[in-house]
C-alpha cells in the first residue's frame, strides 16, 4: 500500500508560479515512477508529467512543456511539480499518482496504481 499527500495548490495570477508537493509513504518510494495528472471541472482527468524511479527520464504533457518541471528527492520520499508561466487554463485539482513500471510516454490514467487526493489550483486571469 502506498499513501499520497499533495500540496501547495492556491490561487495564483495568471503568469504567476506555484509548487505542488506530493509526499508518499508505504512502500519503499524509489521503487516507483510518478505521475502528476489534473482534472479542471466538466473534464477528463488528464496526464500532466511524469518521473521514472530515479528521476533521470521525465516527459511532459505538449501543454506544459517548457513551463512545468517534475523532480523527486528519493531521501524525503517526495515528488514536485514547479508550475511557472501558469494560465486560467491549467486551473484544475491536480493529482499525484504511482507506476510500477514506466520507461517513457504519456501515463495512462487507468493504468496507475496508487493516487493521491488532489490540490486544488485556480489560475485567475
Known amino acids: 500500500q502506498v499513501q499520497l499527500v499533495e500540496s501547495g495548490g492556491g490561487l495564483v495570477q495568471a503568469g504567476g508560479s506555484l509548487r505542488l508537493s506530493c509526499a508518499a509513504s508505504?512502500?519503499?518510494?524509489?521503487?516507483?515512477?510518478m505521475g502528476w495528472f489534473r482534472q479542471a471541472p466538466g473534464k477528463e482527468r488528464e496526464f500532466v508529467a511524469a518521473?521514472?524511479?530515479?528521476?533521470?527520464?521525465?516527459y511532459y504533457a505538449d501543454s506544459v512543456k517548457g513551463r512545468f518541471t517534475i523532480s523527486r528527492d528519493n531521501a524525503k520520499s517526495t515528488v514536485y511539480l514547479q508550475m511557472n508561466s501558469l494560465k486560467p487554463e491549467d486551473t484544475a485539482v491536480y493529482y499525484c499518482?504511482?507506476?510500477?513500471?514506466?520507461?517513457?510516454?504519456?501515463?495512462?490514467?487507468?493504468?496507475?496504481?496508487?493516487w493521491g487526493k488532489g490540490t486544488l489550483v485556480t489560475v485567475s486571469s
Open positions: 499518482a504511482t507506476k510500477s513500471r514506466w520507461y517513457s510516454g504519456v501515463l495512462d490514467k487507468d493504468k496507475m496504481d496508487y
Open positions: 508505504g512502500r519503499t518510494f524509489s521503487s516507483y515512477a
Open positions: 518521473i521514472n524511479w530515479s528521476g533521470s527520464t521525465t
